[in-house]
């Protein structure tokens, strides 16, 4: 057994570091997080336009496409170089959801149309899934596409989509059949935001902010060329699409990168003069933490030796979403508890550096968004049925 | 990167699960544990002539060279058949002092011995107040004109009631916690003013306290540097830590594979009681805690092996996180066996319950959970 990379592996490394070092600068960083509105998509615009210009923005891409060949150990390295960095990943919804559908099940038009605008960011995606009576149970979904010449009609609602008010597109999955199994009625279809009838609803979540929306289709005609491969075989491909997603889905340098931010701050808060990290009750607090995302360095790392060696990870790669994202959250429950009385204050027109915590708010706004990362992409209830189901056999 | 076991390797982990499936079941178990020496001596000779017991020695004393990668896919599988012969307390701790001292003599005359299953060996390091400070000694040694006189009481010492000899941490100099001042010394155990006091852990382990009064042992026989004993111990204890968690994740193996198991054929309610969603999500979760168990082993293996080419921090960094959570992982993985299989789980005839004693005593070991996780703290914050 060994952890060492090869030669040319850390060559890479230096590479991906330097150029992070050199390109993902504090104003793109400040914009791409916390900018408000129009500030926030400028802000991830411009820096995914900055991977793209260096031909990395989409790792997991086919070479024909714009993808960069990588090995999987060469696409672990770039991940845990960005979280290093503190750079955010690139926006999910175009490059890792819909594009890969595109280029598998697309035709050649779509792909010319639709793919080098998703590489360079021109277009910005969001995912048209969940509806009102539709979460973990996807495929109850009832927004319908009426066949109706050489266009659908479209009428439904999605919910909880991730920055709708950004998108110039929505892929979405819809019913255009009742008449079969529920999950044999849905297509696969793209919708331009701007066609008359879209309406996005903001949703206001419980850290303040805005960044879900409900959307809401009212007679809305999608031209049939913005079908996906055949009628009632959407659920095929979505489900094709969930395996695709990326495999480091641990977080693991994000999350280490957390920590590593808690333990200063924690070297600053005091309590009776003592600062918390010398505190014996919080050393215990986290180290619960950072013993669990030794282990989640490690079975990540055992799933990316496994298929650098060619082969399919084993069943511990199944683990990772559910740790990961666990992981994530026991970090921000700890930031929030560090914050003490500050984690609960909204300064208001205060700036947050007069208000002596920044971190605090940030603290609240991670914690209270972060209760989403057990939610979506499949709950953690959900991923539990399915490793019973799939590696335990039950 | 590379986290599969080599070639050799999986042959020797192959050996040891062969010989555990075909002649180590639970009644085989049952019957050695209950016997007088609480070990079988056949088998002991068997482990010999397999070349088990030469794994971790060097070449020049008969020894295969392995590495503590060898050992631990070994111990695995030991775990998995829970496995009594007294490996670690002879092979791994009386055998490791010895062939990391630089007592050529003594090397050469008991590891062989070692080796070919002639000489069972304990090491006390315990002592009734000490819990898991190793350097608590209050045994002592006096010089006397050709040797050393000791003077102490050791407790729960694994094996000593077989052994034919012993190593004994005794104070040659400092006060009572001093880590200065503690020298090893072997000795016979049926040497004048040994007695030995045998009993029985939950986990069928046959361990004894042992009182030494005016115990005389040679200069010959004191192993290592006087007054620095602590030094060869701290080179062993990572080397044995690695051994007992391998053991441990073995047995957490075994029992998520043995409850799996049997939820899938015992029926409640007209269906098998797998088929219950709290009970699937539960077995994911012990499942998910194997695995992390794993990740943590393998992680102590690189930070120890030759490869490792981080700073010492780092190594017991990952070291101490890998007992603290094993032992979590034990503790759940262990409850949550006896939980699902119900009341059957809670019978002397089922081995459920034999493997969650093992993992509870190897769970204290050199230190509990908690005590890592302080020490883990300790270089950390």
Redesign the interface.
């Known amino acids: 057994?060994?952890?060492?990379?090869t030669k040319e592996d850390l060559a890479f490394r230096s590479e991906v570091r330097e150029f992070f070092v050199t390109e993902y600068d504090a104003s793109v960083a400040e914009r791409s997080k916390h900018g408000k509105n129009a500030e926030l998509k400028e802000g991830i615009i411009t820096w995914q336009k900055k991977l793209y210009a260096k031909g990395w923005v989409a790792p997991s891409w086919p070479v024909e496409y714009g993808g960069t060949g990588w090995t999987p150990?060469q696409k672990f390295i770039f991940e845990t170089e960005r979280g290093i960095a503190g750079a955010p990943a690139v926006m999910p919804f175009g490059i890792s959801m819909v594009a890969p559908v595109i280029y598998t099940f697309g035709n050649a038009e779509q792909k010319a149309k639709f793919l080098p605008r998703i590489l360079s960011s021109d277009d910005w995606w969001c995912q048209g899934y969940s509806e009102p009576g539709a979460g973990s149970d996807l495929a109850a979904l009832s927004t319908t596409a009426e066949h109706a010449g050489d266009h659908y009609v479209v009428n439904g609602r999605k919910i909880w989509t991730t920055y709708a008010q950004y998108a110039d597109w929505i892929f979405c999955l819809v019913r255009t059949s009742k008449e079969v199994r529920k999950q044999q009625g849905i297509s696969f279809l793209l919708i331009d935001m701007k066609t008359p009838g879209v309406s996005v609803k903001p949703i206001v979540t419980i850290d303040g902010k805005h960044s879900l929306n409900e959307v809401i289709f009212d007679d809305v005609a999608v031209p049939v060329e913005n079908l996906i491969g055949e009628q009632d075989k959407g659920w095929t491909y979505a489900k094709a699409l969930l395996a695709h997603e990326r495999t480091g889905m641990a977080d693991v340098a994000d999350s280490k990168r957390a920590l590593a931010a808690l333990?200063d701050r924690?070297s600053v808060e005091v309590n009776g003069g003592t600062a918390m990290?010398?505190d014996?009750v919080f050393?215990?607090r986290?180290?619960?933490i950072?013993?669990?995302l030794?282990?989640?360095?490690?079975?990540e790392?055992?799933v990316?030796?496994?298929m650098?060696?060619g082969g399919m990870p084993g069943?511990?790669s199944s683990?990772l979403k559910?740790?990961g994202t666990e992981t994530t959250q026991a970090i921000q429950e700890l930031q929030l508890q560090l914050a003490a009385y500050y984690g609960g204050a909204l300064p208001g027109n205060l700036e947050p550096e007069a208000f002596g915590h920044a971190f605090a708010e940030e603290a609240r706004h991670g914690y209270m968004y972060g209760r989403a990362a057990t939610i979506y992409g499949g709950s953690n209830?959900v991923q539990?049925?399915v490793?019973?189901k799939m590696?335990?056999g039950? | 990167m590379n986290f599969e076991y080599s070639e050799e390797q999986t042959m020797l982990k192959d050996s040891v699960a062969r010989f555990v499936r075909e002649q180590y079941d639970f009644d085989t178990r049952r019957a050695i544990v209950a016997s007088e020496a609480g070990m079988s001596q056949e088998f002991w000779a068997m482990f010999a002539e397999l070349g088990w017991l030469s794994v971790p020695f060097a070449e020049e004393y008969g020894g295969y060279g392995g590495t503590s990668e060898d050992v631990a896919a070994m111990m695995e599988e030991l775990g998995k058949g829970n496995v009594v012969e007294p490996f670690v307390a002879t092979v791994l701790l009386f055998g490791g002092l010895l062939a990391r001292s630089d007592n050529k003599d003594l090397k050469s005359a008991v590891i062989p011995k070692i080796i070919d299953g002639t000489c069972l060996g304990a090491f006390g390091f315990l002592e009734r107040q000490s819990r898991f400070e190793l350097t608590d000694v209050k045994t002592s040694a006096t010089a006397s004109d050709v040797g050393w006189v000791l003077n102490g009481d050791k407790a729960v010492v694994v094996n000593a009631a077989n052994a034919d000899q012993l190593i004994v941490t005794a104070r040659t100099s400092g006060g009572q916690f001093d880590r200065q001042g503690i020298s090893l010394f072997l000795l016979d155990s049926n040497a004048e003013g040994v007695e030995i006091s045998p009993f029985v852990m939950m986990d069928g382990q046959k361990v004894a306290n042992i009182s030494l009064r005016d115990v005389f042992v040679p200069a010959s026989q004191q192993v290592g540097v006087l007054d620095a004993g602590m030094d060869l111990v701290d080179l062993v204890i990572p080397q044995v830590l690695l051994a007992l968690c391998s053991e441990a994740l073995g047995i957490m193996v075994k029992l998520n594979e043995a409850t799996l198991n049997y939820t899938k054929t015992r029926k409640q309610f007209g269906v098998p009681i797998s088929s219950f969603q709290i009970l699937q999500h539960r077995m994911v979760d012990t499942f998910m805690a194997a695995e992390q168990a794993r990740s943590m082993v393998y992680r102590g293996l690189c930070a120890f092996g030759d490869g490792g080419s981080i700073d010492a921090t780092e190594r017991y960094r990952s070291l101490h996180a890998m007992k603290v959570v094993v032992a979590k992982s034990s503790k759940l993985i262990g409850e949550e066996a006896i939980q699902m299989h119900g009341g059957m789980g809670m019978t002397d005839e089922l081995d459920i319950g034999h493997f969650v004693k093992r993992l509870m005593t190897l769970n204290v070991m050199f230190g509990d959970g908690d005590f890592h996780q302080k020490k883990f703290n300790q270089l950390s914050y």
Do not use: C, G, H, W
């Not at chain 1, 057994?1 to 990379?5: L, R």
């Not at chain 1, 030794?294 to 079975?299: I, P, V």
């Open positions: 057994m060994d952890v060492t990379f150990t333990k924690a990290i010398d014996p050393q215990m986290l180290s619960d950072e013993v669990e030794m282990a989640l360095e490690y079975t790392l055992r990316i030796a496994a650098a060696a069943p511990e683990l559910i740790k209830e539990r049925n490793i019973a590696v335990l039950v």
